[in-house]
């Protein structure tokens, strides 16, 4: 334990605080991991070779180019975390370097052979038989030389342009005396990358695209000598930016900006190891690059397109295929037993009875958010309909509803978010489809990106109009509901409606409106709202009563939320964080993080659903939403987070949660220094979550009268970690400044107990309700244990002193339990955490 109080700790030091950019690369480690992992089919492991280059590729356009923009101007100012944007961009570049090598070394050595074993041979160009390299002369003549754009750079022709991400070969050819010729030629992408090798067997061959081309160069240079040849990559800045408050039209700027793209600043030259020092000499010269920015890699550079093999038809070598399953609650609305339409119940009907949550991908998005939209586009009741589009599919059917309920004289608003990164080309040819169909588009905000995932639906009915919600934590995409994992909530609440109303007033008028009635809305409430949510648990700790944050998120980037749930840890509130992504937060330091778990889960799915939860002294409040606790989420972009009020639904949101930390196969855990360990199930059953929400959304097919939409129990995962509303005391966050409770002038016990009540200890159970042997020194299998002998003395010692005031609980999140003085439990996670309560309760001397 430490001496120190929380008034000794300043938090502003820089260490309390990790790298933005270093944890982004923490989680891509995560990611790579997943193509190192033997457990994992093969294709599979392919399948996360291709996400890592997609994902590094990303990282160094948008955060390596926008450090480089920060040094080339001059920019010295250092992060939170105290590092300036040349410290941080040397850093992240040495620590992406041996990520690249490792991905390199996996391919060659484990993937190349795992897939020859399996009778699928990417050869070497030299390994094809003569009859073989004859087919694929004539297939490059044919097929692939008139593609081909030779770019030479010579007295008569300045340095090629060569564009982002292409995969390019670098050809130094000679003529007679002449000196070298350095020749750019593009691998062209609309030919296939792996050229499939015909064969009488059974086995699959394959040959690359750029050594097809490499051994036939003689007929794309005729009559001169090829010297050398190198395959190479360029990445470039994506960190292009306009001033949009001088931008007179948002288009126009928008397609500027996508031009600039083009042509901006390389970042990254990544080039094969064995090219010589006269052709990555002469790259780093015209293309003005620092020493640290060539990757020198074996071959193949680029694993994007290896995605392709995951196509074939080898279900033994893939993760058991995986269909999104119909809602209980909606799939059957208005349908008889044969099928065919009744006309007697809508899914307004379905959402009016009660709220709807849907779970993607293990729901349908077509047979969910889809069908809520065609269902108001084809509704004669349906007055209006307004969406908020961030990121769409390239032959959306969301667009298509919208303009559906136009030609139905339906009114049509839709917010299509212009600067949503690397879909602006996309969502350019959406606005321009929508406007010639005469809907009405907002193209964006001055200074702010509208993140919101929310749609609404104007209904009128026999008592009135109606509003019908949808607010949701993933993007209106059919695709990547599939792939990501989201939430959304289908909703006849007025004020969640109400407050929609006024998000997309400001859409389309001049302000945007700073009272809501339940939804919070970034950036004008949100961050007031969940910074009160924190400090009413850490007022709730302090008093002794019941005190947890469980949140969901991709990332934990904001420095004052981080500084916050600091304060939190230190006056005793137990933080439990599943945080995908980046996370600036070190938890476990004594003293300052002790109660913080943090955990990422890394599986077939991304992780992208945000859920909070706050326990407020056993009347908690849940959240779901669209924004991630960043500071560009908080203040920087229109999002909207909703309360969750029914019972069932809630329900769900809790075994999510707790599957999250009953996770043991795809779950890593953070250490206080920013590393991560992954959890494994030792002599537990294996727990993994996504695995548990498959069976759960088939098993929910099953079942006539599910609310929650899947079933929100599984038997190893236990139901210890969250409450269920307990009335007997309950604190609003405006009541946060007075919640300590004065017992002797008569105010309320903590928990609803009267001061003069039987304060025995209640019978403990445990997760399944059996008693549990309250005697301290008992394991779980009911074994004598001991301390862990790794937590220092003083902690050893308060415990040894109050052996009859702590157990040790059965469950799988927390190591000791703790009796209160008024009879209840407080569970901890370490000795000293839970050595610095008994301190705290019943330590007279230290009082």
């Known amino acids: 334990m430490t001496n120190e109080s929380p008034a000794d700790i300043d938090l502003s030091d820089p260490q309390y605080y990790l790298n933005r950019e270093l944890s982004e690369l923490a989680f891509q480690s995560r990611v790579l991991n997943e193509a190192l992992d033997d457990r994992n089919p093969l294709l599979e492991r392919v399948r996360f070779l291709a996400i890592f280059t997609k994902n590094l590729d990303e990282f160094f356009m948008k955060r390596v180019g926008g450090l480089k923009q920060q040094i080339d101007a001059g920019v010295t100012e250092r992060t939170t975390d105290g590092r300036t944007p040349r410290e941080q ?27 020859a074993a399996e009778g699928i041979h990417i050869c070497d160009y030299d390994e094809l038989t003569a009859d073989e390299q004859s087919e694929m002369r004539d297939y490059f003549e044919m097929s692939v030389l008139p593609t081909l754009t030779p770019l030479s750079f010579d007295p008569a022709h300045p340095f090629p342009f060569i564009s982002n991400l292409s995969l390019s070969m670098a050809v130094l050819t000679r003529g007679g005396d002449d000196d070298p010729t350095f020749t750019r030629v593009k691998i062209p992408q609309n030919r296939p990358r792996l050229v499939e090798v015909d064969t009488d067997t059974d086995e699959t061959r394959y040959v690359l695209l750029e050594e097809v081309i490499r051994a036939n160069l003689d007929l794309l240079f005729p009559n001169v000598e090829v010297l050398d040849t190198a395959v190479f990559k360029l990445t470039r800045n994506a960190e292009v930016r306009r001033n949009e408050e001088v931008a007179e039209d948002l288009i126009d ?42 990757f020198s890699l074996p071959g193949p550079l680029d694993y994007r397109e290896f995605m392709d093999l995951t196509d074939l038809d080898r279900p033994d070598l893939k993760l058991d295929s995986w269909t999104p399953q119909p809602h209980p609650r909606l799939h059957d609305l208005g349908r008889n037993e044969a099928g065919f339409k009744t006309g007697e119940e809508t899914i307004f009907d379905e959402i009016r009875r009660k709220d709807v949550l849907l779970h993607h991908p293990y729901h349908s998005f077509g047979d969910t958010v889809q069908r809520f939209l065609d269902a108001a586009a084809n509704d004669p009741n349906v007055l209006a309909i307004k969406a908020a589009i961030y990121r769409t599919a390239s032959d959306s059917k969301v667009i298509q509803a919208l303009i559906d309920a136009a030609d139905n004289g339906k009114q049509v608003a839709a917010m299509v978010e212009l600067k949503a990164r690397f879909d602006e080309q996309n969502n350019l040819e959406w606005v321009r489809k929508l406007e010639e169909e005469g809907i009405h588009v907002a193209y964006g905000t001055i200074g702010l990106k509208t993140h919101t995932k929310t749609a609404l639906v104007v209904r009128e009915e026999e008592d009135g109009v109606r509003l019908y919600s949808h607010v949701a934590t993933g993007n209106y995409h059919s695709g990547t509901a599939k792939g990501y994992v989201d939430l959304g909530m289908l909703t006849a609440d007025r004020d969640i409606g109400q407050d929609l109303v006024k998000v997309f007033n400001f859409f389309t008028g001049p302000s945007l409106d700073e009272e809501f009635r339940k939804l919070l809305i970034a950036p004008v409430t949100m961050r007031n709202e969940f910074t009160k949510c924190i400090r009413r648990e850490a007022e709730h700790a302090r008093a002794g009563r019941p005190a947890r944050i469980v949140a969901k998120m991709n990332a934990l980037e904001d420095p004052g939320i981080v500084e916050e749930l600091y304060k939190a840890s230190m006056a005793g509130v137990d933080i439990d964080l599943l945080v995908r992504d980046i996370c600036r937060l070190r938890p476990g330091i004594d003293g300052l993080s002790e109660t913080v778990t943090v955990r990422s889960v890394v599986d077939r799915f991304l992780e992208h659903s945000r859920i909070f939860y706050f326990e407020n002294a056993g009347d908690p409040d849940y959240y779901i939403g669209s924004a991630d606790w960043m500071t560009r989420n908080l203040d920087k972009r229109v999002e909207a987070i909703a309360p969750v009020e029914d019972h069932d639904i809630r329900e769900q949101l809790r075994f999510i949660l707790e599957l999250g930390f009953a996770d043991n196969r795809k779950a890593w855990e953070m250490n206080a220094d920013g590393s991560y360990d992954q959890l494994t199930p030792g002599s537990d059953p294996e727990v993994r979550m996504q695995s548990i929400l498959m069976g759960q959304a088939l098993a929910a097919n099953t079942q006539s009268d599910l609310p929650m939409g899947m079933p929100a129990s599984h038997p190893n995962v236990p139901e210890t970690l969250l409450v269920e509303s307990n009335p007997t005391f309950m604190t609003s966050r405006e009541d946060s400044d007075q919640l300590t409770p004065d017992i002797e002038n008569g105010s309320p016990h903590p928990m609803g107990v009267s001061s003069d009540a039987d304060t025995s200890a209640p019978t403990l159970v445990d997760e399944s309700g059996q008693p549990l042997d309250d005697s301290p020194a008992q394991s779980q299998n009911g074994e004598a244990t001991e301390v862990v002998a790794s937590e220092n003395g003083d902690s050893r010692a308060i415990l040894d002193r109050f052996p009859e005031k702590w157990y040790v609980p059965k469950s799988n999140h927390y190591q000791y339990a703790v009796r209160t003085p008024d009879g209840d439990r407080d569970y901890r996670k370490t000795a000293a955490a839970a050595a610095k309560l008994l301190t705290k309760y019943y330590d007279s001397d230290a009082q």
């Open 89 to 115: 961009w040397e850093e992240a570049i040495d620590k992406a370097r041996p990520m690249f090598e490792q991905q390199a070394a996996c391919y060659r050595e484990e993937i190349l052979p795992a897939l």
């Open 253 to 294: 700027m928008i397609e500027e900006v996508l031009e600039q793209r083009r042509f901006a600043t390389v970042v990254r030259l990544e080039i094969e190891a064995d090219a010589s020092d006269s052709v990555t000499d002469l790259l780093v010269e015209q293309l003005s690059l620092d020493e640290r920015e060539v």
